[in-house]
């Protein structure tokens, strides 16, 4: 299979992705991006046993002085202490502003490794290598890095764009069946936002995916990469048409926080989020019953939840007001006008809210 | 008196830089700023109970929602524990991505402030309400936040700049005699980087100007500032030309390092540490002796030291090689080619940048 290559266009700040099977290899794709020659690669204990050493090593025969920081895996870890892990790391090692950080791993790794990549001596430059459908798809592409407040996910962060982003096919090979589902969940987001042919075309592969067919796996790759590149070139920091891409977030995130960080996957907790957002928008009489059922079906085919664990309606509308989308204190989401075609909007009062949550929950 | 207004030209980043007297009481110039009228004011437990009660007032009076965080004072505070207690009152009081940070304080307030409004949600607004002579001068000035890691001064950071600059004479008038001492360190430095008339202003002022004089002090701030604007204009990234403006400032900071975090005071170090650069300059054959004894005059004239403490010469080379400005692994330094006429450079030896040092320290 070719690696297929896409560009994210912001100017001083565009960066390619490469798309492909076999990219951990290619030197060829990674050296040119690595100017002083020293690189700082994070990875955590699950992803570094398989992937590390051989890159590591590549890199070395070409050249390369190249350092390690492996960190605990899991969502709990996108923490302070876990960044200042790699900060201790880098400053032992004496790191430049001109080493390069490479993020090896899903979109934990990204995201607390963009971080700090944008606040080691005010910006390093940084490299995505994602290992996980959802990071290949969605995390890895865009500058959004974070870590999470006890009192909120992702609220410590920045926007800061990678050098390259390298999403090799052949990690999926490796990722847990339940991870390669909540990845579907990202994928799907895009048909639903702003693309129906591609839904249609998700639709008819979701088997195919499911059994990791590497050619519509890149295909899926490739597209959504595609939809994130183009909105996130037209609104880097995300002040309009990219609130888009929280489609499911705000309901996903009160799931998320409400059952505690990692209890159901971030692409779990967006795919129910998701139905919650079509019902309300069948609520507010923007899309029918057919609308809302395919929505349902898409992720109900690709193995993920289509409702919410109960935590009480009122602790949900709470755990919403925390979100970021939060503006004068009124509730923004993304709903539906039509499928593949999302809309940011504060129409629907609590009142409906609180019964779209009502009726796609379910007990735990 | 009156106001005087600056602009830091950064594009959509553009912002004003006011200064004068009573501009703490002026609403006018602070509510344009306030999109939301939502404000945290951050300060500490020594400027607080001077000026953060009033301002607090204006801005209530004015519909502001405020809120406040008063923090310990010290340099041992602009570390990550006192920067979480600004995330967590941000969280605590549910403040929003529109909510504006408000730095009430010295360069501490204002870099710990700073890095806390890049990160909160990955950028929220913020103003600076600069209250010593350093912090008007510089570090309020140009968005370089940061805070301080146990291996290294200003490690972690951002450039991140504000909505505006509020630069009150009026507080320095309780400011501690050391402190505006250690201010005009700062001052001094424009003059020898890139402005030999400036330089000859200041040497005539130095007098009226420890004597806090106001008219000398504004004017003192106002060219400071159009330095810096200026500078920070054609370079924000510090890629170039702002890395003139650390003048003395790897050598000081090996001072402060070496002492421990606030034994000298930033301005102190700064002024050894360019008494160095110019012994340094003038070992490269660069200067003239009638240089270097005019650089250690001013810095005598203002009160400040001009020999740096004798930490081994080997210990100087040691935390100078920890220093942002070390690239590739050898030291770059900022050095006078004449006076007004700074250069970066890494033309200097270990022996001869060892020799400078040696030459300069003399027993605490
Ligand atoms: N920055 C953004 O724009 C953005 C967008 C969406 C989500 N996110 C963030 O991404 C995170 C979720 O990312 P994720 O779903 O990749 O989770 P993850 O990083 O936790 O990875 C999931 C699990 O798979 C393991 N893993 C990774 N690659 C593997 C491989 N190739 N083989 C075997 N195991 C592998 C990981 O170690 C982990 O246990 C959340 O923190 C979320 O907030 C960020
Ligand atoms: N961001 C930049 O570009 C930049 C540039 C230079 C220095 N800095 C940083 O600035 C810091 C030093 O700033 P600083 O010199 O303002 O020190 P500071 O903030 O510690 O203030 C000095 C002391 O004066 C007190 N104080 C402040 N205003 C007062 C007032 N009006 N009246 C009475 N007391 C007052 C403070 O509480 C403190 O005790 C350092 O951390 C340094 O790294 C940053």
Redesign the interface.
Known sequence: MTQQTLQVALGDRSYPIHIGSGLLQRADLILPHLG?KKAVIVSNETVAPLYLEPLAALLRANGVAVSQVVLPDGEEFKD?PTL?RI??AL??S?A???TTLIALGGGVIGDTTGFAA??????MPFIQVPTTLLSQVDSSVGG???IN?P??KN?????YQPKLVLADIDTLDTLPERELKAGLAEVIKYGLIRDPQFLGWIESSLPGLLARDKVLLAEAVYRSCAHKAEVVARDE?ETGERALLNLGHTFGHAIETGLGYGVWLHGEAVAAGTVMAAELSARLGWIGPAEVARVESVFRLAGLPVSGPDLGVEHYLELM??D?K???GKLRLVLFRGIGDAVVSDAASDEQIAAAIAARVSAA
Chains 1, 2 share one sequence.
Do not use: P
Request: charged residues 35%; positive net charge.
């Open positions: 002083r302070w200042n900060f201790d400053l032992e004496r430049e502003r001109s944008a606040c080691y001596q005010r910006g959004k890095t974070a407040h009192l909120g609220m410590i962060g920045a926007f920091r007001r925390h970021k939060v503006e004068a």
